[in-house]
């Protein structure tokens, strides 16, 4: 396994991040539903540990708060040394900077641990100015509740304004974790992943595989079930088709698979991918992602074919 740094926060993490967004969610993913179970992703947890990894993402919104208490079940019964990060999300009912504070205790509570490695705000929209959330993002990092802070899905601008704004309490914007993968490249575009390359923020790229898309499981006339469909129709996924040959081609030169190529593809625009995992198999297959490195060559015909669909 190979790691980098998160950020400058000399946080020594894994080259990939298993996300928990899965963990939990019902209402997307079919936990509980005969799809997956908690032994499932224990499983899940236990490889990933096995094969390197210690990085770990959640928020306190997967699967209502479940997320968190899965993953701080599973790291109390493993002795690894585990990087957790998870995220505040700005509901319009929350109207003070208490209830940031109130937040990460309470997730806090449901993982188990007196600190997180990196606390994130979820989303910049909010009914109250963010400069509020981010200031109250730097009270949770002085008062040890976190050892890095990070924001989520917000856009260049955005990021460079939380730099701004926490540079001024004498922190800094450890990362943006934004959605990044062959089908949603805005990172690339909008200048964001060089800024971040610039200044030492580590760029993490949550829907590395566009929620299954480009796996390769689906097609149009194999789409997704339920939220996931009204995403992804048929016409959609038609349109890919071109993509995802082109993955299943490249996985070929290296005996991998697609689902392989297009997170080593990531890695290769130098971000850190977050990959959702719900058993062991997929922990196994995803990890070994990094096992080789795409050549350039590669990398340049994926950026060609994914161009041509954007």
């Not at 740094?5 to 005969?34: E, H, M, R, V």
């Not at 997967?62 to 968190?68: L, M, V």
């Not at 109250?136 to 260049?156: Q, R, W």
């Not at 200044?199 to 079930?225: C, D, M, R």
Request: charged share 20%.
């Amino acid at each position: 396994m190979n790691y980098t740094t998160l950020g400058k926060a000399g946080i020594k993490i894994s080259q990939i991040c298993i996300g928990t967004w899965a963990w939990g969610d019902k209402l997307i993913w079919g936990y509980g539903k005969g799809g997956y179970s908690d032994q499932d992703l224990k499983e899940a947890f236990q490889k990933s540990i096995s094969l390197g990894i210690n990085f770990f993402d959640t928020a306190e919104v997967y699967g209502g708060g479940r997320s968190e208490e899965l993953l701080g079940s599973f790291i109390k019964e493993s002795s690894a040394d585990v990087v957790v990060s998870t995220k505040f999300f700005p509901f319009p009912y929350r109207l003070s900077k208490n209830d940031l504070r109130k937040a990460i205790k309470n997730s806090l509570q449901r993982i188990g641990l007196n600190k997180v490695s990196l606390y994130q705000i979820h989303f910049p929209y909010s009914i109250v100015p963010i400069d509020m959330w981010l200031n109250a993002l730097a009270d949770s990092y002085e008062e040890g509740f976190t050892e890095a802070v990070g924001v989520s899905n917000f856009s260049l601008k955005q990021m460079k304004h939380s730099v701004e704004v926490l540079s001024k309490r004498g922190v800094r914007l450890t990362s943006n974790q934004v959605r990044y993968n062959l089908l949603a490249r805005n990172a690339e575009f909008s200048g964001l992943s060089s800024y971040c390359k610039n200044e030492g923020i580590t760029l993490l790229a949550h829907s590395t595989l566009a929620q299954g898309i480009l796996t390769g499981k689906y097609t149009s006339k194999n789409p997704p079930h339920g939220m996931r469909r009204l995403a992804f129709p048929p016409s959609k996924l038609k349109q890919y088709e071109p993509l995802i040959n082109t993955l299943k081609e490249i996985a070929s030169k290296y005996g991998s698979s697609g689902a392989q190529v297009a997170i080593n593809w990531v890695i290769a625009k130098g971000a850190v991918p977050i990959v959702g995992v719900k058993n062991s198999r997929q922990a196994d297959e995803n990890i070994n992602a990094i096992d080789w490195t795409l050549d350039k060559e590669d990398v340049l015909l994926l950026d060609k074919i994914a161009g041509i669909i954007h």
